[in-house]
Antibody, heavy 122, light 110 residues
């Protein structure tokens, strides 16, 4: 059973960088073939796929966010991270870390974190 | 990538069947059998209901089924129950090796 838990520093000011970390248990970041994924949901809105990192370190991003987003992994800590640069109020959302299924190119999510609300405000 | 197109809302009475559509392009829904459906209650984490167009994860009711024709996928819920009232999202793998979600559909059980 894979478990994921998001963590982050709390509110972020406009123009700064949003940073979140996802701690994984029951799965191995660096070796099990999973697609470690970030998804967000604006308040009262739908789901938005941000991107994922494959266990070999390859990353794929939503084209609309690609210029501002970086996903990285720390296999030694079994964690992966999200950075969103130059944030605005439009980046206020619940951010989920999740596992994309390893057998279908990460096309579906079988395990989710609980989600963390990140507010961008001055 | 553009979001997949879903109806904003659908409704049905208990016991009835409803279908939610999810329309994309040949670069996503039409090009791969990697369409998934998620159920989300307010304030809760989404739950996978269907993957690979029509596969059900263990524990998901047989009342939920999925299908695809061309660039449109569908989720059908039969024998509608009050507990099915939730938001439903489709997603698809894309030709860019990314994933795209639909805008979501609010299901109301009358």
């Amino acid at each position: 059973q894979v478990q994921l838990q998001e963590s982050g520093p709390g509110p972020v000011k406009p123009s700064q960088t949003l940073s979140l970390t996802c701690s994984v248990s029951g799965g191995s970041i660096g070796s099990d073939g999973s697609y470690w994924t970030w998804i967000r949901q604006h308040p009262g809105k739908g789901l938005e796929w941000i991107g994922y990192i494959y266990y070999r370190g390859a990353t794929y991003y939503n084209p609309s966010l690609k210029s501002r987003v970086t996903i990285s992994q720390d296999s030694s800590k079994n964690q992966f991270s999200l950075k969103v640069r130059s944030v605005t109020a439009a980046d206020t959302a619940v951010y989920y870390c999740a596992r994309g299924d390893p057998y279908t190119s990460g096309s579906h999510i079988d395990y989710w974190g609980q989600g963390t609300l990140v507010t961008v405000s001055s | 990538q553009s979001a997949l197109t879903q109806p904003a809302s659908v409704s049905g009475s208990p016991g009835q069947s409803i279908t939610i559509s999810c329309t994309g392009t040949s670069s996503d829904v039409g090009g791969y059998n990697y369409v998934s459906w998620y159920q989300q209650y307010p304030g809760k984490v989404p739950k996978l209901m269907i993957y690979d167009v029509s596969e059900r994860p263990s524990g998901v009711s047989h009342r939920f089924s999925g299908s695809k024709s061309g660039n449109t996928a569908s989720l059908t819920i039969s024998g509608l129950q009050a507990e099915d009232e939730a938001d439903y999202y489709c997603s698809s793998y894309t030709s860019s090796a990314t994933v795209v979600f639909g805008g979501g559909t609010k299901l109301t059980v009358l």
